[in-house]
Nanobody, 123 residues
Framework: QVQLVESGGGLVQAGGSLRLSCAAS????????LGWFRQAPGKEREFVAA????????TYADSVKGRFTISRDNAKNTMYLQMDSLKPEDTAVYYC????????????????WGRGTQVTVSS
């Protein structure tokens, strides 16, 4: 079993920054991918960013490229999402997810999910 716990959400004004964290624990294999997804009220869940733990490869949704940065800390088994230049449309619940395969943008390919952390960007 794997547990994922997100933190760092909150309320911020447009143009501001937040850093989300995702702490992973449990039975971790050497090769996996951690990703961020988000879901706004009344909308479908969408991919935000992902990072491959062994290769450090990353991928981003077009809507966040240049504004969000995904990173990891091996020693802490923790992934981060630095969110800068936030916009009201970034308001959503942000979820951390893990899959045992390669980088993917489809949520259905992820095996474990956290409970989410709320990010609210005011205009």
């Amino acid at each position: 079993q794997v547990q994922l716990v997100e933190s760092g959400g909150g309320l911020v004004q447009a143009g501001g920054s937040l850093r989300l964290s995702c702490a992973a624990s449990g039975r971790m294999f050497r090769t996996y991918v951690l990703g961020w997804f988000r879901q706004a009220p009344g909308k479908e869940r969408e991919f935000v960013a992902a990072i491959a733990w062994s290769s450090d490869s990353t991928t981003y949704a077009d809507s966040v490229k240049g504004r969000f940065t995904i990173s990891r800390d091996n020693a802490k088994n923790t992934m981060y999402l630095q969110m800068d230049s936030l916009k009201p449309e970034d308001t959503a619940v942000y979820y951390c997810a893990l899959n045992w395969g390669s980088i993917a943008t489809r949520g259905g390919l992820y095996d474990y999910w956290g409970r989410g952390t709320q990010v609210t960007v005011s205009s």
